[in-house]
T-cell receptor
């Protein structure tokens, strides 16, 4: 059965800390891996990764995919209270279905 | 980015009634839309794939007679929770994608069944 697992499930840090969120997957027909941030309602898109080893960066956030290890990490440097959210990892299959991971709940304390 | 509109944002209903949730792609056509369900502190669970002009594809364990999906046009899909019960209370969220792009999500509907 296809699955996506994220770790840790939850994390509490202080402002200014750097965090690394993990996502591992077992998906038969991998197409891409995506990271979303969910604060209160709709998840908002962060990154889409299709190739191994190529880092994607947006401000203080960055992400990279390792297709050999079937995993991805999302890094957030110099965290701020506004980074507090649930971070969702999703793997897109070749049938265009998205399988979401368990999510990592991040809380950044002032 | 593309815009997906979902309505209503929240609904409270009595047990036994039916509730309809609408999902619209505002600036693109979507032959396929996806309906997810999210319980508190849990991830998104795919319920069904809505296909324009044909029957929806339901995930294993999702009752098709309970969650009726209609995708009558290229910009509108509806999810009707029939004879709702308290255990159906949840956050329902739809998504769609323009062409080969990533998924864009609606703002979600919080359903509370009394």
């Amino acid at each position: 059965e296809d699955k996506v697992v994220q770790s840790p499930l939850s994390l509490v840090v202080h402002e200014g800390d750097t965090v690394t969120l993990n996502c591992s997957y077992e998906v038969t027909n991998f197409r891409s891996l995506l990271w979303y941030k969910q604060e209160k309602k709709a998840p908002t898109f962060l990154f889409m990764l299709t190739s191994s080893g190529i880092e994607k960066k947006s401000g203080r956030l960055s992400s990279i995919l390792d297709k050999k290890e079937l995993s991805s990490i999302l890094n957030i440097t110099a965290t701020q209270t506004g980074d507090s959210a649930i971070y969702l990892c999703a793997v897109e299959e070749r049938t265009y279905k998205y399988i979401f991971g368990t999510g990592t709940r991040l809380k950044v304390l002032a | 980015g593309a815009v997906v509109s979902q309505h209503p944002s929240w609904v409270i209903c009595k047990s036994g009634t039916s509730v309809k949730i609408e999902c619209r792609s505002l600036d693109f056509q979507a032959t396929t839309m996806f309906w997810y369900r999210q319980f508190p502190k849990q991830s998104l669970m795919l319920m069904a794939t809505s296909n324009e002009g044909s029957k929806a594809t339901y995930e294993q364990g999702v009752e098709k007679d309970k969650f009726l999906i209609n995708h009558a046009s290229l910009t509108l899909s509806t999810l009707t929770v029939t004879s709702a019960h308290p255990e159906d209370s949840s956050f329902y969220i739809c998504s769609a994608r323009p062409g080969d792009e990533k998924l864009f999500f609606g703002s979600g509907t919080q359903l509370s069944v009394l």
